[in-house]
């Protein structure tokens, strides 16, 4: 089964930082771009962040912009750093591939998905 994993999710206090991590290999995802999405209990998920396949370009939500920093560091791995996180940022996050070259649609290959929970 050709899917994302991601890692790196946990429990911080509010204010804290956390790095998320999604290993995307093969050639399903070779010359995509990436994004993140979150999905808080109860509610739609929402676009966070993209990265285009070279990682010069870049997308955020409002919502996160200035506080997160999506990168990746090879043809296989995409990072997504969270400082200054609010209790607001508690979600599942999931990586997946989109077939746009940047952009908050058209995503596939979803991943499992990793739980961030930040406390007050």
């Known amino acids: 089964q050709v899917q994302p994993v991601e890692s790196g999710g946990g429990l911080v206090q509010a204010g804290g930082s956390l790095r998320l991590s999604c290993v995307a290999s093969?050639?399903?995802?070779?010359?995509?771009?990436m994004g993140w999405f979150r999905q808080a209990a109860g509610k739609e998920r929402e676009f966070v962040a993209a990265?285009?396949?070279?990682?010069?370009?870049t997308l955020y939500s409002d919502p996160v912009k200035g506080r997160f920093t999506i990168s990746r560091d090879n043809s296989k791995t995409v990072h997504l750093q969270m400082n200054s996180l609010k209790p607001e940022d508690t979600a599942v996050y999931y990586c997946?591939?989109?077939?746009?070259?940047?952009?908050?649609?058209?995503?596939?290959?979803w991943g499992q998905g990793t739980q961030v929970t930040v406390s007050s």
């Open positions: 093969g050639r399903t995802f070779r010359g995509y771009a």
């Open positions: 990265i285009s396949w070279s990682g010069g370009t």
């Open positions: 997946a591939r989109t077939l746009e070259p940047l952009g908050k649609n058209e995503y596939d290959y």
